[in-house]
T-cell receptor, first 112, second 114 residues
Framework: QKEVEQNSGPLSVPEGAIASLNCTYS??????FFWYRQYSGKSPELIMS????GDKEDGRFTAQLNKASQYVSLLIRDSQPSDSATYLC????????????FGTGTRLLVSP | DTGVSQDPRHKITKRGQNVTFRCDPI?????LYWYRQTLGQGPEFLTY????????KSRLLSDRFSAERPKGSFSTLEIQRTEQGDSAMYLC????????????FGDGTRLSIL
């Protein structure tokens, strides 16, 4: 079992729709979770961090965390073509120095 | 507020050559990380510095790889006797050393081995 799993996609949504991206992780001791966006050929860009169970909203983005079920999700409301990218889920293994383990990413395609 | 800076952006070299990459973290960040990313994969952790001390190295980091962070400022990653399998994007990230602050990535160095 991989430490962090994501569906590779692509996930295709029309412009204006809600995109839902999911991530599961194996280490129950993990405490910190991050979503990064990566455009093709570019480096990862931090979108959201979440540390507590529940929802965290920032603009069009909402991160959801359920530690009991060991999953993290990212919702993108009013999706735009510019949101088309690969979304990486990263989990801090709680080693004390924030060693991140990344999933393989989900490719999102937003069609006009 | 400048971000994480990496140099060079691209490096093409022949197999067997040595290469060195540089990373300048965000100025107030005392944690610095190196990752490697290949096509279709997420970044993989290579090594971590807290100030000038290298505190963690991945098993992925063979003895051909060495990293330094003199004086706790910029960092260098050197690969000796490069191999075809070293072709990847090498990413540097930095963060504040308190709690679980998010890591911010540089633009990366893309290494191609001929």
């Amino acid at each position: 079992q991989k430490e962090v799993e994501q569906n590779s996609g692509p996930l295709s949504v029309p412009e204006g729709a809600i995109a839902s991206l999911n991530c599961t992780y194996s280490d129950r001791g993990s405490q910190s979770f991050f979503w990064y966006r990566q455009y093709s050929g570019k480096s990862p860009e931090l979108i959201m961090s979440i540390y507590s169970n529940g929802d965290k909203e920032d603009g069009r983005f909402t991160a959801q965390l359920n530690k009991a079920s060991q999953y993290v999700s990212l919702l993108i409301r009013d999706s735009q073509p510019s949101d088309s990218a690969t979304y990486l889920c990263a989990v801090d293994l709680n080693t004390g120095f924030q060693k991140l383990v990344f999933g393989t990413g989900t490719r999102l395609l937003v069609s006009p | 507020d400048t971000g994480v800076s990496q140099d060079p952006r691209h490096k093409i070299t022949k197999r067997g050559q040595n290469v060195t990459f540089r990373c300048d973290p965000i100025s107030e960040h005392n944690r610095l990380y190196w990752y490697r990313q290949t096509l279709g994969q997420g970044p993989e952790f290579l090594t971590y510095f807290q100030n000038e001390a290298q505190l963690e190295k991945s098993r992925l980091l063979s003895d051909r790889f060495s990293a330094e962070r003199p004086k706790g400022s910029f960092s260098t990653l050197e690969i000796q006797r490069t191999e075809q399998g070293d072709s990847a994007m090498y990413l540097c990230a930095s963060s504040l050393g308190t709690g679980s602050q998010p890591q911010h990535f540089g633009d990366g160095t893309r290494l191609s081995i001929l």
